[in-house]
């Protein structure tokens, strides 16, 4: 499937009582390492409330790729520019 990132263990007591007590868990792709699944499991200590869990308000946005070439072409073209004043200002 891929290569385990990161394990991390939560602990607290969570209810839906909307007093702030629901754990957060974030999940980001700020290095360039597509996420492609994420598992998380549950273990309340209790078997009555094993796996007892919730997900909500979930977000997924992807930002737009620069394509490489254009990068490319901009760059070059203000080193060109950049030469070009320099050219004129000695010149001058």
Known sequence: MGHLLTTRTFSGISNGNFDGSAL??????????N??????????GNPLF???F?????SLSQT??????TT????????????GAAR????A
């Open 54 to 58: 919730a997900i909500d308000d979930v």
């Open 50 to 52: 094993a796996n007892d």
């Open 35 to 44: 996420i492609g699944g994420f598992i998380i499991s549950t273990d309340s």
């Open 88 to 91: 004129r200002k000695l010149l």
């Open 24 to 33: 957060f868990i974030g999940l980001g792709d700020n290095a360039g390492v």
């Open 72 to 83: 490319l072409v901009m760059l070059g073209s203000g080193l060109i520019g950049l030469a």
């Open 64 to 69: 737009p790729l620069i394509p490489e070439p």
